[in-house]
């Protein structure tokens, strides 16, 4: 019913900037929360940022200064401005959203993920 569809992962040099999209589709009441997540090989899946349906923002500490989280809720997207990245950024980075589809309750909705790959 909910898709979510991450876009903008590529290779980058340490300095470099990436910028991410996440475009909701499908039957969608509301969108709550949303945010970024990411994983790298042999890691747990950690939060990133995230973002309420009001505009405040959270991020984890050591992306804090170098990335900013922010959504359009007209158009149903999510975004993640990625800047002076450094090789420890490099992960598969997930879009999430806390959705109201068809039925009452809020549940979570995952995208499939983009690579970002940031080289010495």
């Known amino acids: 019913q909910v898709q979510l569809v991450e876009s903008g992962g590529g290779l980058v040099q340490a300095g470099g900037s990436l910028r991410l999209s996440c475009a909701a589709s499908?039957?969608?009441?509301?969108?709550?929360?949303m945010g970024w997540y990411r994983q790298a090989p042999g890691k747990e899946r950690d939060l990133v940022a995230t973002?309420?349906?009001?505009?405040?923002?959270n991020y984890v500490d050591s992306v804090k200064g170098r990335f900013t989280i922010s959504r359009d809720n007209v158009e149903k997207m999510l975004y993640l401005q990625m800047n002076s990245l450094k090789p420890e950024d490099t992960a598969v980075y997930y879009c999430n959203a806390e959705v109201v589809s068809v039925g009452p309750a809020r549940r979570n909705y995952w995208g499939q993920g983009t690579q970002v790959t940031v080289s010495s």
């Open positions: 973002i309420t349906s009001g505009g405040s923002t």
């Open positions: 499908g039957i969608i009441r509301s969108i709550n929360n």
